[in-house]
């Protein structure tokens, strides 16, 4: 639901409610990585901006979830 709201949508009233549902999970939405390759799966494409980012979900230090990050290529 985060990746279909998108990043600039998470202080929406239905982005704020999934991240207090994440918060109760103890769970973390993480959407830029700190060069850790586990965290996303990076597709290239020649569009970028047409694609939709996913946030990884982490748990207590450890990835539940990949992300999906989108770069030209």
Partial sequence: ????????????ETGKSLHELL????VT???DDDGDNKMFTVLKTEQPERCGNKPCMVY???VLLQGLRFEAS
């Fill in 1 to 12: 639901m985060l990746g279909q709201l998108g990043r600039e949508q998470e202080d929406s």
């Fill in 23 to 26: 918060n109760v999970m103890n």
């Fill in 29 to 31: 939405a993480v959407w």
């Fill in 60 to 62: 207590e230090g450890e």
